[in-house]
């Protein structure tokens, strides 16, 4: 099985593994801010790892299928699992984080095992929002902590994480990252793992 991972895409899908559970760890020992910028790479890494393999010449059909199903176990882990454990830690276990994070990993592994076995529509978009954004988003409402009051800051993001849990299995088509939007994005989550880093730092 290890001979897989001499594959560069597949490497890649490790180490976004391996920032996820970084996170875990980061998250569960209290410091949340500092698994979020931890896993914001596990995202990147999703990014990346599919540039990887497309532009990989010659790659064998066995080592692609075997990098698939090993991309979508990432894809739950850092953009479900990961996601309910922090919301369940942001608001002290309360029934309403359980609500949230139960539909997460529902939502998540329903449109995981749909894109696996149907991908992208005949114009390339996504059927759903994609479990991409559920860590970026976290980053940006621990950005703004500071400007929400703290007694409502549980309720609105465990509220918002509702509705886009909701919009996981939604019928709205959402187009892939392509060209300059991987620019973007990689340059998005680089910033927000800094800031939240620098944030605990100072």
Same mark, same amino acid.
């Not at 299995?169 to 959402?174: K, P, Q, T």
């Given at each position: 099985m290890l001979r897989f991972?001499?594959?560069p895409a597949n490497a890649i899908t490790i180490? !976004?593994?391996? @920032?996820? &559970?970084?996170?875990?760890?980061?998250?569960?020992?209290?410091?949340?801010?500092?698994?979020v910028a931890a896993v914001l790479w596990a995202a990147l890494a999703d990014?990346?790892?599919?540039i990887v393999a497309a532009r990989t010449s010659n790659r064998p059909p066995d080592v692609a299928r075997m990098g698939k199903s090993l991309d979508g176990?990432?894809?739950?882990?850092? !953009?479900?699992? @990961?996601? &309910?454990?922090?919301?369940i830690q942001l608001s002290d276990a309360s029934y309403l984080s359980l609500a949230a994070a139960m539909l997460l990993l529902s939502a998540g592994a329903l449109r995981l095992s749909y894109f696996s076995n149907f991908g992208l529509?005949?114009?390339?978009?996504?059927l759903g929002v994609p479990l991409f954004y559920d860590v970026p988003l976290l980053a940006a409402f621990l950005l703004a902590r500071p400007l929400i009051p703290p007694d409502s800051f549980p309720v609105i993001v465990n509220m918002t994480f509702v509705i886009l849990g909701c919009l996981h299995?939604?019928?709205?088509?959402?187009p892939a990252t392509r060209g300059r939007m991987y620019v973007v994005t990689t340059g998005l989550i680089v910033a927000a793992s800094l800031l939240l880093i620098t944030g605990q730092l100072i």
């Open positions: 991972l001499i594959d180490a !976004g593994l391996l @920032f996820s &559970a970084l996170g875990f760890h980061l998250v569960l020992a209290g410091s949340v801010e500092l698994g990014d990346l790892d599919g176990f990432a894809d739950i882990v850092y !953009g479900a699992v @990961f996601p &309910a454990v922090v919301l529509s005949e114009d390339g978009r996504f299995v939604a019928s709205i088509r959402i």
